[in-house]
């Protein structure tokens, strides 16, 4: 599978984006899936993730704001951000891994990856 991030941008705070990721090769729910983002200087950081059983994990900075939704259909995953903050700036990534029921916060575990996409919030 070659996961695909789109749909970043410029943004002011408060306002919303959806992250879509679209996969080609196996389907998307034979994964555990995450989102990722990494800002300059800092290590890469697990945002949300969900199993193929549909379990969620976010991390404490997103709980309420994000929402990691996937389209078993479409073969999609997406974020969807609201209430954006400047700190949530970075470039945001999509990543596979190949274990299908605990996800992991160590992106070095995850076993395919694509190009991010850049996420900027203005204040």
């Known amino acids: 599978v070659q996961p695909q991030a789109s749909g970043g941008g410029l943004v002011q705070a408060g306002d919303s984006l959806r992250l879509s990721c679209a996969a080609s090769?196996?389907?998307?729910?034979?994964?555990?899936l995450g989102w990722f983002r990494q800002a300059p200087g800092k290590e890469r950081e697990l945002v949300a993730g969900?199993?193929?059983?549909?379990?969620?994990y976010y991390v404490d900075s997103v709980k309420g704001r994000f929402t990691i939704p996937r389209d078993n259909a479409k073969n999609m995953l997406y974020l969807q951000m609201n209430s954006l903050k400047p700190e949530d700036t970075a470039v945001y990534y999509c990543?596979?891994?190949?274990?299908?029921?605990?996800?992991?916060?160590?992106?070095?575990?995850?076993?395919?990856w694509g190009q991010g996409t850049l996420v900027t919030v203005s204040s």
């Open positions: 969900i199993s193929s059983g549909s379990t969620t």
């Open positions: 090769g196996r389907t998307l729910g034979s994964y555990v």
């Open positions: 990543g596979a891994d190949r274990e299908l029921r605990l996800i992991r916060s160590n992106w070095r575990m995850y076993d395919y």
